[in-house]
């Protein structure tokens, strides 16, 4: 496997230890979640390009195809899918964000090259953002799971030893091999709703980014995402008033929910107690099994 890098540097900051964020589409990314928490981060922390990696190598344009844009009018152009890093100085530290689709091809040499942008800024941690479908009303605060290997990282963020065994991601991949390059690393997955897969959840997205935030040490910058959600309560409740069956669904989760998680207000985001964390893990490990048989 040839190491020559594939990564196209746009620019030179003199970055502090910054933390890594990275969040990818597809196979991850339930309900757009994660990508959309990622992208909002770049926009509102106002980051600036760091680097991109070639697609050629990792990517199967058959199934991840690159489209077609005019430029004026007339000029055609191909934007190509590509994995992007950005930088920020945000008042808690500094931090490169990367996003892109999920790699289709030589995943060990992309993560090699991923992690050698953490390597090249000596970077403090790496948090990959994830989402999963599960058994999870839209109306209760989203529940949020956080898996490390390290004992210092599951202690000082109160995260918990993932025992998942089965077929993964490259979030997955990347925080395995973060762990044995000596990198504190973290995985973050936010709980989407089943029945409303196919509607990008900000209610998921601010508790990935508050939940990030928290362990980087910077304010979370979610104003934004809380006035999207009430076009996106809307859009859910009118899937839901299109069938019959979905409704007493919604309200048997309502009570499952409530249940378990007591005296939080409705619009809070709430983290899971060690019960309902432990039902969490179970949800997102055969969340990745069911990926797989797809």
Not at 207 to 229: K, N, V
Request: charged letters at 25%; glycine letters at 6%; hydrophobic letters at 45%.
């Amino acid at each position: 496997m040839s190491t020559q890098s594939q990564i196209k540097w746009l620019s030179k900051p003199a970055l502090r230890h910054p933390a890594v964020i990275a969040a990818f589409s597809g196979w991850n990314d339930a309900g757009d979640a994660a990508s959309g928490a990622l992208q909002r981060l770049v926009e509102v922390w106002d980051a600036r390009p760091l680097a991109e990696l070639d697609p050629e190598l990792f990517t199967d344009f058959a199934t991840i195809r690159p489209h077609v844009q005019l430029l004026d009018g007339r000029t055609r152009s191909i934007r190509w899918p590509m994995v992007k890093a950005w930088w920020a100085s945000t008042p808690g530290c500094d931090v490169i964000l990367i996003l892109g689709p999920e790699p289709s091809l030589r995943w060990r040499m992309f993560t090699d090259q991923v992690l050698s942008i953490a390597e090249k800024f000596d970077s403090s941690m790496f948090i990959t953002l994830g989402a999963l479908l599960a058994d999870v009303p839209h109306t209760r605060p989203v529940q949020l799971v956080g898996t490390a290997s390290d004992d210092d990282m599951i202690e000082r963020f109160s995260l918990q030893r993932s025992q998942y065994e089965g077929p993964t991601g490259i979030v997955g991949v990347l925080q395995q091999a973060s762990f044995e390059s000596g990198l504190n690393a973290a995985s973050l997955w936010a709980a989407v709703p089943a029945y409303a897969s196919q509607i990008p959840s900000p209610r998921a997205a601010i508790a990935l980014i508050t939940r990030a935030c928290e362990i980087i040490g910077t304010p979370a910058p979610i104003g934004g995402l809380w006035d999207e959600i009430g076009d996106y309560d809307a859009r859910v409740s009118d899937l839901i008033d299109e069938n019959d069956d979905l409704a007493p669904y919604v309200e048997r989760l309502e009570q499952m929910t409530d249940a378990e998680i007591e005296d939080e207000e409705e619009d809070a985001i709430a983290l899971a107690d060690d019960d309902s964390g432990e039902l969490l893990i179970e949800e997102l490990e055969q969340f990745l099994r069911d990926q797989d048989e797809r």
